[in-house]
């Protein structure tokens, strides 16, 4: 069976994790914590970076940081993972949802500006599959209404928008470190904040509410509570196991791009007989292989193949259900009469293939061929 996903070892981890056991200090805020957090310092220019134990934990730290009241508006895509809204609409604000452009799952930015209303704090983007979404419409209309950009960079890591890092552009920004992410620790995540207004509080809330982050360094004599907050810092353990695939993260994303190629090169000629779609990636975006899609021409076409790669011993999965049709939304905002044909779409025809590092050129292939044969079989 080919996996879908298979977390990635660098070999490393152990080395690190036993140095972490050997200092005998296992919390969070210690050696290996910072030494990933100016990783992303210094690789992805972002000011300022907090080791959390989830990228929902990051995005939950910055509705914190916003102060929002309960009529706040937050403008999010509905094709995205829950927590992209989840950690807003626990703070009491209204998430507002964007749809996607009809060529790319990402948020289409066009129609941002007729949803922003006096009530409107933020808008969250999700670079989908590490593929940016286009900063500099969503800078211009934060700056125009003095709003608040958080990136939602779970997908993101070492991925570009022109010549600027994902996660260095909005205000605040969050990777996940989740175990189907590029670089992963099981679970995990950054805060990013790009803005000094938030630095001094981002790192309060982040300490349970006191201000024992500047205790340590010695800037104060003794530290208390001072402000809300929670325990969002992760241990030590999480880090050095972290920092080890940060380590690596040339090499790593060497081989994801080197299988996401294969397939695109493998599956051209069927996107050109028009069966399939294959991923497209603006001009102003650069590609970290976080995943590789397919879009079929409608749902039962993909289920077909989904079952047809099974019996041949591939999973491939789908994914987002628009939020704006789950559950928990339509019982909470069941005013939200509009329709986002473009994410419904993605929700119904894209299918996510196997890509991981232990994934060999040579199982792509056997995928694709897979694929072909479906196709000439239809
Ligand atoms: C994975 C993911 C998350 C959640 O990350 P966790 O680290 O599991 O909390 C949030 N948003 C997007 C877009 C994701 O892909």
Redesign the pocket.
């Known amino acids: 069976m080919i996996d879908f996903n298979v977390p990635y070892q660098t070999g490393k981890e152990a080395e690190f994790l036993g140095e972490a056991l050997a200092n005998k200090k296992l919390s969070g805020n210690g050696r290996f914590t910072k030494l990933s957090q100016q990783f992303f310092i210094d690789r992805f220019n972002i000011q300022k970076a907090l080791l959390t134990t989830?990228?929902?934990?990051a995005?939950e730290m910055a509705a914190l940081l916003m102060n929002l009241n309960p009529d706040d508006e937050v403008i999010v895509p509905t094709y995205?993972?829950v927590?992209?809204a989840l950690a807003f609409v626990r703070e009491k604000a209204k998430v507002i949802f964007v749809d996607s452009m009809p060529d790319h799952p990402n948020m289409d930015v066009s129609l941002i500006e007729e949803v922003i209303s006096p009530k409107t704090k933020a808008i969250v983007v999700?670079h989908?599959g590490g593929v940016a979404v286009d900063m500099d419409a969503v800078m211009a209309l934060a700056d125009k209404y003095n709003l608040i950009v958080i990136e939602?960079a779970?997908?993101a890591i070492d991925s570009y928008y022109n010549d600027k890092s994902l996660g260095s552009i909005g205000h605040m920004s969050?990777f996940?470190?989740?175990e189907?992410?590029n670089i992963q620790c099981g679970?995990?995540?950054m805060l990013g904040i790009n803005t000094p207004e938030f630095h001094e509080r981002a790192e309060i809330i982040w300490e349970k509410g006191t201000n024992r982050a500047k205790f340590f360094r010695g800037e104060i004599n003794k530290y208390g509570w001072v402000d809300i907050g929670s325990s969002f810092l992760a241990s030590e353990i999480t880090a050095a196991y972290l920092y080890a695939q940060l380590d690596a993260l040339d090499s790593i994303q060497e081989t994801r791009i080197a299988l996401w190629n294969r397939y695109y090169n493998n599956l051209i000629e069927l996107a050109q007989e028009r069966k399939v779609e294959l991923p497209f990636i603006p001009e102003y975006a650069t590609n970290n292989a976080h995943v590789f899609y397919i879009i079929t021409s409608d749902v039962i076409e993909r289920s077909q193949l989904i079952s047809f790669l099974k019996e041949n011993e591939v999973h491939a999965v789908f994914h987002y259900l628009c939020l704006h049709d789950s559950d928990y939304y339509k019982r909470n905002f069941p005013d939200e009469k509009r329709s986002f044909p473009n994410a419904q779409r993605f929700e119904k025809c894209l299918l996510r293939l196997p890509l991981y590092n232990s994934l060999t050129l040579e199982q792509v292939d056997q995928i694709c061929t897979l694929i072909r044969q479906f196709y000439a079989l239809k």
């Open positions: 989830s990228c929902t934990d995005l995205t993972f927590s992209t999700v989908y939602d779970a997908q969050a996940s470190f989740h189907t992410k679970e995990g995540g």
